[in-house]
T-cell receptor
């Protein structure tokens, strides 16, 4: 059964800093991995989707990497801004089903 | 940009009552999902739905839950007899091609069972 973990659980950084969020999954037989952003009391916004055949995806200041062999993905945020403050979730879609397995999230605070 | 819409945004109900949560997926999407998030916990998969039938469901999705696509646009989640532990945020999501493309979520329906 797929298990997804994320570290750190919470992170507080000053504005302008580059940062890395980590995601680990136990079963490397994944179809893809998706990073989401969740604002308090709100839904989930898709940030980046990495297919199993890909190594990384970029969107603006965000870069996500995927290493299936080690069961890891990272989300890199460049030049962080207060508006980036949110909870970031990673979710792995396995080859055996249609459901994403979510990690617990990293709660990010970017201080002005 | 196309979006998934959910109603109601918040529903309060008494234990034992039936609840229906509604979702309008993105119009050209064919795959539909319900997830839930109990306060402070992970987002959990409930059920996926394609071609008018359930394609996969989790162990959470017991006989108290059902899903339906009553017309060409709505996708509903029914909880027949709510329990206190059903209190959660329920998210609907849709996709045009599972795995290949992003999963688009709605803003969620917060269910509070008293």
């Amino acid at each position: 059964k797929q298990e997804v973990t994320q570290i750190p659980a919470a992170l507080s950084v000053p504005e302008g800093e580059n940062l890395v969020l980590n995601c680990s999954f136990t079963d490397s037989a994944i179809y893809n991995l998706q990073w989401f952003r969740q604002d308090p009391g709100k839904g989930l916004t898709s940030l980046l989707l990495i297919q199993s055949s890909q190594r990384e995806q970029t969107s603006g200041r965000l870069n996500a990497s995927l290493d299936k062999s080690s069961g890891r993905s990272t989300l890199y945020i460049a030049a962080s801004q207060p508006g980036d403050s949110a909870t970031y979730l990673c979710a792995a879609l396995d080859n055996y089903g249609q459901n994403f397995v979510f990690g617990p999230g990293t709660r990010l605070s970017v201080l002005p | 940009e196309p979006e998934v819409t959910q109603t109601p945004s918040h529903q309060v109900t008494q234990m034992g009552q039936e609840v229906i949560l509604r979702c309008v997926p993105i119009s050209n999407h064919l795959y539909f999902y319900w997830y839930r998030q109990i306060l402070g916990q992970k987002v959990e998969f409930l059920v996926s739905f394609y071609n008018n039938e359930i394609s996969e469901k989790s162990e959470i999705f017991d006989d108290q839950f059902s899903v339906e696509r009553p017309d060409g646009s709505n996708f509903t989640l029914k909880i027949r007899s709510t329990k206190l532990e059903d209190s959660a945020m329920y998210f609907c999501a849709s996709s045009d091609l599972p795995g290949a493309n992003v999963l688009t979520f709605g803003a969620g329906s917060r269910l509070t069972v008293l």
